[in-house]
């Protein structure tokens, strides 16, 4: 056996080596600290030294007098450094830019409300009201005897199953002339009728996103103007911010 092999051998039969605990009468202060942990605490000393001897080091080297433009446009705000970049530009084409942005929010505004009114002609309520409709349909008879053996479904000429249903009700020459399955067809219409039900309602909500996103940009656009103001109500989510202008008179 080599020498190699019959350490390994002897390693194998050692005991675990374990690090004690923290003892009974220091309990109070916490979790004895380990190696690992010692190692992790260390690591993260040494990385902060060294990243601010790096800045100590690029400071002394600065050259007190360097200047670029880009000093004159930018500043830190809260913590943030941000770089204005309208600075170049006249209150006249800061408007234009903003008119822009919401002329196309207005484009598709429209587009969106014509595509709702489209859907909502297509839909007329269809199907919503089928176990609980709140239109009535009233029959006269003249006599008792018919209002006794009044049959509904031989009355529109329609089978038992669709009678439940307020709309698109075949009467039996179509399902005769026809290849129709009451039930899967009648499955497939609800299907159908609740993915347009979603797409309209998915619609209205971004109609009115965009009215508020409108409100807001018209907002931004008119603060632009250098008139005195003051704001009276904070923005939120769902409505821009409420500001009133100082009157001033007109010549």
């Known amino acids: ?30 979790l004895l600290e380990k190696k690992k942990d010692y190692k992790l605490r260390a690591e993260d000393f040494h990385k902060k030294r060294d990243k601010l001897k790096r800045l100590h080091q690029l400071a002394a080297d600065k050259n007190p007098d360097e200047f670029y433009f880009k000093m004159v446009n930018s500043k830190i705000k809260d913590g943030v450094h941000r770089t204005d970049n309208n600075t170049l530009l006249t209150d006249d084409q800061r408007k234009l830019m903003k008119s822009q942005d919401l002329n196309y929010v207005n484009l598709k505004i429209s587009a969106e409300s014509k595509k709702v009114e489209r859907l909502k002609g297509r839909l007329h309520s269809v199907g919503v009201n089928d176990v609980n409709p709140m239109n009535k349909h009233t029959i006269f008879l003249d006599t008792q005897n018919e209002v006794r053996n009044f049959n509904a479904a031989s009355h529109f000429n329609t089978p038992d199953e669709l009678m439940t249903r307020t709309s698109n009700r075949p009467t039996m020459e179509m399902l005769a002339s026809t290849s129709f399955n009451p039930s899967t067809s009648s499955k497939k219409l609800d299907k159908l009728t609740a993915k347009q039900y979603k797409e309209l309602v998915s619609r209205q909500n971004r109609c009115v996103q965009l009215n508020i996103l409108s409100q807001k940009l018209e907002t931004k656009k008119n603060l632009i103007d250098k008139n005195k103001k003051r704001k009276v109500k904070k923005e939120t989510k769902s409505e821009p911010a409420v500001y009133k202008w100082d009157t001033k008179r007109k010549k």
């Open 1 to 30: 056996m080599s020498s190699a092999a019959f350490r390994k051998a002897q390693k194998s039969r050692q005991k675990p080596h374990r690090e004690r605990s923290q003892p009974a009468s220091r309990r109070h202060l916490g």
